[in-house]
């Protein structure tokens, strides 16, 4: 937890200063957390499209509204105090930033790429169902990308690759 003060949400709302959401759910962020948040107190999404901040209880508790900068718009609430939302509440880092970088996004694409031509490799054999890209392929990108970079690393000895995939080892 490096450290930090673990608690619900609830409690953590009149304390923080920032709140970004990462979980994938909905409504993670609330109607009574944000009445409870600070005056100011900033709010965003990085996690999964736009439905961890609950956007209609906002707007249901938004008395007035102003945007501040782009992406940046203030909430006057019925309680007085002002929430800052970013993004709109949609993935900020995508849509209030520029983006992924390329250098993240062409490892991605070249795991889509691999996995298609995977797929087709082996097309007749493969059920119709879910695969995890074969670490092999993983492996095989993360190592184009390092020499793309001018990165060498040093190579696992037998040894060390046995250490690692056995639980029997430092126990």
Not at 37 to 43: E, H, L, N, P, T
Not at 58 to 73: K, N, S, Y
Not at 100 to 124: C, K, T, W
Request: hydrophobic share 45%.
């Amino acid at each position: 937890m490096d450290g930090h003060r673990v608690m619900r949400l609830i409690d953590a709302a009149p304390l923080g200063d920032v709140f970004v959401t990462v979980t994938g759910d909905i409504n993670v962020i609330d109607r009574e957390h944000m009445l409870a948040m600070k005056d100011s107190a900033v709010v965003c999404n990085s996690g999964h499209f736009d439905a961890e901040i609950n956007k209609s209880a906002l707007a249901g508790i938004t008395r007035a509204r102003r945007e501040l900068r782009p992406f940046c718009v203030e909430h006057r609430l019925t309680n007085g105090r002002r929430l800052i939302l970013l993004a709109e509440a949609r993935l900020v880092n995508l849509s209030a930033a520029e983006g992924h970088p390329a250098m993240v996004m062409d490892m991605s694409f070249a795991n889509q790429a691999l996995a298609a031509e995977y797929i087709l490799q082996n097309r007749g054999k493969l059920e119709s169902r879910v695969y995890k890209l074969p670490e092999s392929l993983d492996r095989q990108i993360a190592e184009l990308k390092l020499a793309t970079m001018g990165i060498r690393i040093d190579r696992l000895t037998p040894e060390q690759q046995a250490y690692l995939s056995s639980w029997q080892h430092g126990t």
